[in-house]
């Protein structure tokens, strides 16, 4: 049975307790420089690189048990999936998982696990030392279950694509996936394009004339052909970044990347955690973010919520008869991951 219990609310932090953010110093690439911070070796590389990975940002053995949550979860629909046969992987044994891994639907962004993963520590942490303030907000973002050898789904093409509006240049989003099972180079997984994002602003003006791929939204930039001419002509190398369970992978929204499917046996499980500083977002978006939070409903990456999602999955047109509308354990969320809602920083309410 699905629980419908609500979230507990911090007793803390009561309705009318507008949380005032810190004055906002999140200005990352530069004001992290500041002379005589020491910064740590993965912020530099993010900084030089456009990405990183944040060694241990969970330890491995809580990583390990959120894959079970992960793997329970899938097997809790009772469509037949199961983790102990690689046999099972396929469409109509899950729920609606994309060529890409993704999953968007049936509230799977809100369930305990996936708050519980974004709330780590480590996880928090690292986005406050790169942002340079405590007063964050996270996305409600997707779900990867990357399974290996996956005939029944239409291959996944490369789609190398920034996740960020070419107009408005500049550093603005940072992207983050907590990686949860061990992860090599040929385990599937993010690939980004080295340094891309230090070229972002002459690419784009460069680039210009060309014809763009439809996006959805402003803030998706996909690059042709013509666009990965462009980037090897300027020396950046495509990397495939490489993980262990625990690890927390970062990107500048402009450095171009995508993801691959796995070319052995072992799948790709991870969560997609964007932060950035709440000062950054609007009351009306916070306002939806609420609306989005409180409907269970995801958003893409970023976290300022511009776009809200559905959990109603569709197969083949038609709507999945185990679509669900509420998590399957609701989220219990201590002081600081409901500040991550933004809730608190709500201020006519
Ligand atoms: O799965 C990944 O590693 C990257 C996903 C991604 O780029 C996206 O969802 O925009
Ligand atoms: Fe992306």
Same mark, same amino acid.
């Given at each position: 049975?699905?629980?419908? /219990?609500?979230?507990?609310?911090?007793?803390?932090?009561?309705?009318?307790?507008?949380?005032?953010?810190?004055?906002?110093?999140?200005?990352?690439?530069?004001?992290? /420089?500041?002379?005589?911070?020491?910064?740590?070796?993965?912020?530099?590389?993010?900084?030089?690189?456009?990405?990183?990975?944040?060694?241990?940002?969970?330890?491995?053995?809580?990583?390990?048990?959120?894959?079970?949550?992960?793997?329970?979860?899938?097997?809790?629909?009772?469509?037949?999936?199961?983790?102990?046969?690689?046999?099972?992987?396929?469409?109509?044994?899950?729920?609606?998982?994309?060529?890409?891994?993704?999953?968007?639907?049936?509230?799977?962004?809100?369930?305990?696990?996936?708050?519980?993963?974004?709330?780590?520590?480590?996880?928090?942490?690292?986005?406050?030392?790169?942002?340079?303030?405590?007063?964050?907000?996270?996305?409600?973002?997707?779900?990867?279950?990357?399974?290996?050898?996956?005939?029944?789904?239409?291959?996944?093409?490369?789609?190398?694509?920034?996740?960020?509006?070419?107009?408005?240049?500049?550093?603005?989003?940072?992207?983050?996936?907590?990686?949860?099972?061990?992860?090599?180079?040929?385990?599937?997984?993010?690939?980004?394009?080295?340094?891309?994002?230090?070229?972002?602003?002459?690419?784009?003006?460069?680039?210009?004339?060309?014809?763009?791929?439809?996006?959805?939204?402003?803030?998706?930039?996909?690059?042709?052909?013509?666009?990965?001419?462009?980037?090897?002509?300027?020396?950046?190398?495509?990397?495939?970044?490489?993980?262990?369970?625990?690890?927390?992978?970062?990107?500048?929204?402009?450095?171009?990347?995508?993801?691959?499917?796995?070319?052995?046996?072992?799948?790709?499980?991870?969560?997609?955690?964007?932060?950035?500083?709440?000062?950054?977002?609007? /009351?009306?978006?916070?306002?939806?973010?609420?609306?989005?939070?409180?409907?269970?409903?995801?958003?893409?990456?970023?976290?300022?919520?511009?776009?809200?999602?559905?959990?109603?999955?569709?197969?083949?047109?038609?709507?999945?008869?185990?679509?669900?509308?509420?998590?399957?354990?609701?989220?219990?969320?201590?002081?600081?991951?409901?500040?991550?809602?933004?809730?608190?920083?709500?201020?006519?309410?």
């Amino acid at each position: 049975m699905l629980s419908v /219990q609500a979230p507990v609310a911090p007793s803390t932090l009561l309705k009318h307790d507008v949380v005032e953010p810190a004055i906002n110093t999140a200005t990352p690439s530069t004001s992290s /420089q500041k002379e005589n911070v020491e910064l740590d070796a993965w912020h530099r590389d993010l900084l030089r690189d456009g990405y990183c990975v944040v060694k241990g940002a969970i330890p491995q053995e809580r990583a390990l048990q959120y894959a079970d949550k992960m793997h329970g979860w899938l097997e809790g629909f009772n469509l037949g999936y199961d983790r102990n046969d690689l046999s099972t992987v396929h469409k109509d044994k899950l729920p609606l998982i994309t060529e890409k891994g993704m999953c968007l639907n049936y509230a799977v962004t809100h369930e305990d696990f996936v708050w519980k993963i974004r709330s780590e520590p480590g996880v928090v942490g690292a986005f406050s030392k790169f942002l340079g303030t405590e007063d964050l907000i996270v996305s409600f973002d997707a779900v990867n279950f990357g399974f290996p050898n996956r005939k029944d789904l239409a291959p996944n093409k490369p789609w190398p694509h920034q996740d960020q509006d070419p107009l408005k240049p500049g550093f603005r989003c940072l992207q983050g996936l907590v990686n949860l099972l061990p992860n090599g180079p040929d385990d599937g997984g993010l690939i980004v394009c080295k340094g891309s994002h230090e070229l972002s602003t002459q690419f784009h003006e460069e680039m210009a004339w060309e014809e763009k791929i439809p996006a959805w939204t402003n803030e998706w930039y996909g690059f042709t052909d013509k666009g990965m001419q462009w980037l090897k002509d300027h020396g950046c190398e495509w990397v495939k970044v490489c993980a262990e369970p625990g690890d927390l992978l970062l990107w500048d929204s402009r450095t171009a990347h995508y993801n691959l499917s796995s070319k052995t046996k072992q799948p790709r499980f991870c969560v997609y955690t964007c932060f950035m500083p709440v000062a950054d977002a609007s /009351q009306e978006d916070l306002k939806r973010k609420k609306d989005a939070f409180e409907r269970r409903v995801g958003t893409t990456h970023w976290p300022n919520a511009r776009h809200t999602g559905s959990n109603v999955a569709k197969r083949d047109g038609v709507d999945d008869p185990h679509n669900r509308d509420r998590p399957v354990e609701e989220p219990q969320l201590d002081e600081r991951a409901f500040r991550l809602t933004g809730i608190p920083y709500i201020k006519d309410e």
